[in-house]
């Protein structure tokens, strides 16, 4: 069993976590896998408001991703 495993929406800004999986459809892990959101990959939380999308830093690049998209996908804290 995953332990110490979260959502990605529950980082705050200047955490960083490691992909450990995405629960979702083929559709949707296959466009996060695209974007680089595979498992092992570091992730930081840029900005993360209360509404709306989390900016996040992912293989050197930013990306915006929706709250809904971010709560599939799990993380370890680092």
């Given at each position: ?58 293989n050197g690049m930013r990306m915006a991703i929706g709250r809904g998209v971010a709560m599939k996908i799990i993380v370890r804290r680092r």
């Amino acid at each position: 069993m995953m332990t110490n495993c979260i959502s990605l929406t529950f980082l705050r800004p200047g955490e960083k976590g490691e992909i450990v999986e995405i629960r979702g459809g083929r559709g949707l892990v296959r466009r996060l896998y695209e974007m680089g959101f595979v498992p092992s990959a570091k992730v930081e939380i840029l900005v993360s408001n209360a509404a709306g999308p989390l900016l996040v830093s992912i293989n050197g690049m930013r990306m915006a991703i929706g709250r809904g998209v971010a709560m599939k996908i799990i993380v370890r804290r680092r």
